[in-house]
C-alpha cells in the first residue's frame, strides 16, 4: 500500500515536470520564432530568450517544491488521522497518590517531583521543537532543524514531522512515527524525491515505540503504572521500565538525578539503521533545563546518541520552543 503510493506520487509529480517541461520549449521556440521574424539584433534577441527561459526556470522549481509540500502534507494528514482512529479512552482520569505503592523508590520520588495529586492525565501533546541533526553515520555533519510533534499517549503513537536545512533554499522533510502498531520513517527531499525510506517492520516499529517511552518525560502522567508501564526496581538511582502496546513489548532503564527527575533512558537494542539494514545497538537519551508545564515538571532539552564500543555517538539535539496538552478534563 505504502509503495503504492509512493508510485501514484511519483507517476503525478512526473507528469507535472514533464508538462511544464514542454511549456518551457513552447514559450522558448515561439520566442525565437517571434523574434527572428522581427530581425531582432542576435545578441539581444539571445539575451532576452536567456532571461525568459531564466524566469521560467525559476517557475518550475518554485512550482515542484509547492507541489513537494502539498504530498507532504497530505501523507503527515493520513497519518494524523489513522493514529487518531487508533485512539482509546484513557482511565484513571487523573493522578492519585495511591499509584505509588509498591514503586520502586526512585520511581516513587521521580512521580513526587514532576507531579501532583490530583494533576488530569495527559490525552494527547503538540510540540515545537529547534536543534541541530548529525547527518553522518561516522563523522560530525550537524545541521539545523525545526520540527513539529503530534502524540497520542493511548493508544501510545506521534508524529514527528521534521525540516533539516541541508543548504541555503534545501531541506530534507523527515516524518518519524509510530502510528497504530506500525513504525513510519521516511525522509524526501523539498518533500518530493526519496532520500530514505524505511520499510515497515517489526523491528523500526519497536524502535519508535522506544522514542515514544523515552519522550514520555514530556508527557509524564503516560509513565504511570495506571497506563500499563511496568517498574522493576534496579538501584538506588534507577528502575527497569517495561511497555507492551500490542505484540511489541520494549523495556527501558531510566536513571534519576539529585533532584528525582529523569537523566538519561537506555535501551539495550534499539535497531541502527546502517548501510539500510536495521542493527540492534544500544541507545541513550539524555534529557534537563527541567521547568514548570501546565503543572508538570518535564525537561525542555534534550540529546539521543547510539552507544557505540568507542563511545557515545549524539545524533539528535533538540529544545522544546512551544507544548501544548490536551489533559483529560478537557
Not at 495511591?98 to 492525565?121: D, H, I, M, S, T
Not at 537519551?285 to 508538570?296: A, H, I, L, N, V
Amino acid at each position: 500500500m505504502i509503495r503504492r503510493s509512493r508510485t501514484d506520487s511519483l507517476g503525478k509529480t512526473l507528469k507535472v515536470i514533464f508538462l511544464v517541461i514542454g511549456v518551457v520549449f513552447l514559450v522558448v521556440g515561439a520566442t525565437t520564432a517571434n523574434f527572428s521574424h522581427q530581425a531582432i539584433g542576435g545578441s539581444d534577441m539571445w539575451w532576452k530568450i536567456i532571461a525568459i527561459v531564466l524566469v521560467i526556470l525559476v517557475l518550475v522549481i518554485a512550482g515542484a517544491i509547492l507541489f513537494g509540500t502539498y504530498l507532504w502534507q497530505s501523507k503527515a494528514r493520513a497519518l494524523h488521522a489513522k493514529m487518531k482512529q487508533a485512539r482509546v479512552s484513557i482511565a484513571p482520569l487523573s493522578y492519585d497518590l495511591r499509584e505509588l505503592e509498591g514503586l520502586p523508590a526512585p520511581v516513587q520520588r521521580y512521580f513526587r517531583a514532576v507531579l501532583k495529586e490530583g494533576q488530569p492525565l495527559v490525552a494527547s501533546v503538540n510540540v515545537e521543537h529547534t536543534g541541530t541533526f548529525n547527518m553522518s553515520e561516522t563523522g560530525e555533519q550537524w545541521k539545523p532543524f525545526r520540527s513539529t510533534q503530534r502524540v497520542i499517549t493511548r493508544r501510545p503513537g506521534f508524529v514527528w514531522d521534521a525540516r533539516i536545512r541541508m543548504a541555503p533554499g534545501m531541506a530534507v522533510h523527515v516524518h518519524d512515527a509510530y502510528v497504530a502498531g506500525e513504525g513510519v520513517l521516511t525522509a524526501k527531499l523539498f518533500g518530493l524525491l526519496t532520500v530514505m525510506k524505511q520499510p515497515s517492520t517489526p523491528e523500526l516499529a519497536e524502535g519508535e515505540l522506544v522514542r515514544f517511552f523515552a519522550e514520555a518525560t514530556w508527557y509524564p502522567t503516560a509513565l504511570l503504572p495506571s497506563q500499563g508501564v511496568r517498574w522493576e526496581e534496579v538501584d538506588s538511582r534507577s528502575a527497569r521500565a517495561t511497555l507492551v502496546d500490542s505484540d511489541i513489548s520494549i523495556t527501558m532503564v531510566f536513571t534519576f538525578n539529585d533532584e528525582g527527575v529523569v537523566d538519561t533512558v537506555r535501551a539495550e537494542d534499539r535497531g541502527r539503521i546502517i548501510g539500510g539494514q536495521v542493527i540492534p545497538t544500544p541507545w541513550q537519551g539524555r534529557f534537563w533545563s527541567y521547568e514548570m508545564r501546565e503543572g508538570m515538571l518535564i525537561p525542555l532539552d534534550g540529546e539521543v546518541a547510539w552507544l557505540l564500543s568507542d563511545g557515545a555517538k549524539p545524533y539528535w539535539r533538540g529544545r522544546i520552543q512551544r507544548i501544548e496538552y490536551e489533559m483529560t478534563y478537557r
